[in-house]
């Protein structure tokens, strides 16, 4: 048909058929019930969520995970988002922190994710309402260069929780490393590392520097047309990490459901509030094809792979 792009064969981007809308949309929660949940839904809302929290349960969830839209000019299929001061950012976001609050669980953590600009405002907040316990900084390889300026290649994520009492998983979150230097017992075993036939890999503990995240791209399965889409890999460690099975976990801006897909692939209760219909309708797809998959590229056997590791070298490491 003259005028229509064609895919490259690899291209394995998500896209909403009609059949698709059809079979999806009765999925969709829009209707807000006669009064209060008494227990919160599983799914995804269609619908702002500064006005669905109104419904929600108090104190019902276990792990939020707040990514707003940046402090940018950027447009959300029609959503256009237009970057403010200072100042109104911080109030903007303050009044979405406020009203979410109340629905977090004495024991709940949050990861609040920004970019070096929005972070100004987003760790103001987090420090006016939640504990502050870190900041990750992960390398987002993706994206143009700067003629002018460095360019923007990392992301921060706000580690927060609400009290002293909280989740912190620290084994199900570990990184397998190649060991480039590796040290020996006297005895000439390894000392905290593993030998394989593809190489030396040692199991880390998780530090706030995270440089082994692929953004995904269009021959990844997980990819959407979504701009901003955060990979299953990313929100999978934070999950394990904050979580336990069965646990709630809450996301206010779902975008194309990263978060709900992860969240459903590791056993854990999952609900997402997106503003754009067809965002919603991804989500669901994505959830739907868990069925087929529930894989997470570059997390397996219990660990998180660094960027680029090849399957057979994973292969080869399970049986050591």
Not at 16 to 29: H, Q
Not at 253 to 269: C, D, H, P, Y
């Amino acid at each position: 048909m003259a005028g229509k792009s064609v895919r490259a064969p690899l291209n394995r981007t998500l896209e909403i058929t009609e059949a698709d809308r059809d079979r999806l949309l009765p999925r969709l929660i829009q209707q807000p019930p006669a009064s209060k949940w008494s227990e919160p839904p599983q799914g995804t809302i269609l619908g702002d969520c500064l006005q669905w929290a109104d419904y929600l349960p108090d104190a019902c969830v276990d792990l939020l995970i707040l990514d707003p839209p940046y402090n940018l000019d950027k447009c959300f299929n029609g959503h256009r988002f237009t970057r403010q001061t200072i100042e109104a950012y911080t109030l903007w976001l303050d009044d979405v922190l406020v009203t979410l609050k109340p629905l977090l669980r004495p024991t709940a953590s949050i990861y609040l994710c920004a970019d070096w600009f929005s972070s100004i405002s987003t760790f103001a907040n987090a420090a006016t309402h939640f504990i502050v316990r870190n900041r990750i900084t992960w390398e987002r390889e993706k994206g143009r260069g700067a003629k002018a300026n460095w360019k923007n290649a990392s992301e921060d994520i706000w580690f927060c929780t609400m009290s002293d009492r909280y989740t912190f998983n620290v084994d199900a979150v570990k990184l397998r490393r190649r060991v480039l230097a590796p040290y020996r017992h006297l005895d000439g075993t390894p000392k905290d590392w593993q030998t394989t036939g593809a190489g030396n890999f040692r199991d880390t503990h998780p530090s706030n520097l995270w440089t082994d995240i692929t953004i995904p791209f269009w021959s990844m399965p997980e990819n959407t047309m979504h701009p901003t889409q955060k990979s299953e890999k990313l929100m999978a460690r934070l999950i394990l990490a904050s979580t336990h099975s069965n646990d709630l976990v809450f996301d206010p801006f779902l975008g194309s459901g990263t978060t709900s897909v992860v969240a459903k692939k590791l056993g854990r209760r999952y609900l997402g509030v997106e503003l754009d219909e067809t965002y919603c309708l991804l989500a669901e797809k994505r959830l739907e094809q868990i069925t087929h998959s529930s894989t997470i590229q570059g997390y397996a056997d219990g660990v998180f792979w660094e960027r680029n590791t090849l399957a057979s070298q994973r292969r080869q490491t399970r049986s050591h």
